[in-house]
């Protein structure tokens, strides 16, 4: 089974689910609007939006007849979540390396 957070970056790969997510930065947006100015077709448009929900990066609900999408913030934790780990293993490399210096300052 792929990590939930390579899920995300699988999603996120893509140029064109990259830029339909970045329109959903400035709140729902229906298929239409953010197939607007884009070089896909509504049905490809939906497709990817299928794939961001299936990431747990967009969520959708109904609003009259139309469909509304928006970032859902499930995803991105699960993205901050994994890079968490790095930063976490980053910091203690550097905390390590510090030591090993001032030990080495010590003996000098």
């Known amino acids: 089974m792929v990590p939930y957070a390579e899920k995300v970056l699988d999603a996120l ?24 100015g884009l070089d896909v077709s509504r049905p490809a448009v939906s497709q990817h939006l299928k794939i961001l929900k299936a990431a747990r990066l967009v969520s959708d609900r109904a609003e009259g007849t139309r469909r509304l999408y928006a970032v859902d913030t ?15 293993e980053t910091l203690t490399a ?12 010590k003996m000098r």
């Open 94 to 105: 550097f905390r390590e390396a510090a030591e090993r210096e001032a030990a080495k300052e």
């Open 74 to 88: 499930h995803g991105i934790e699960a993205l901050r979540h994994w890079l968490d780990g790095f930063w976490d």
């Open 13 to 36: 790969g893509d140029p064109t689910r990259r830029a339909v997510f970045k329109r959903l930065r400035g709140g729902a947006r229906s298929v239409s609007e953010l197939t607007a």
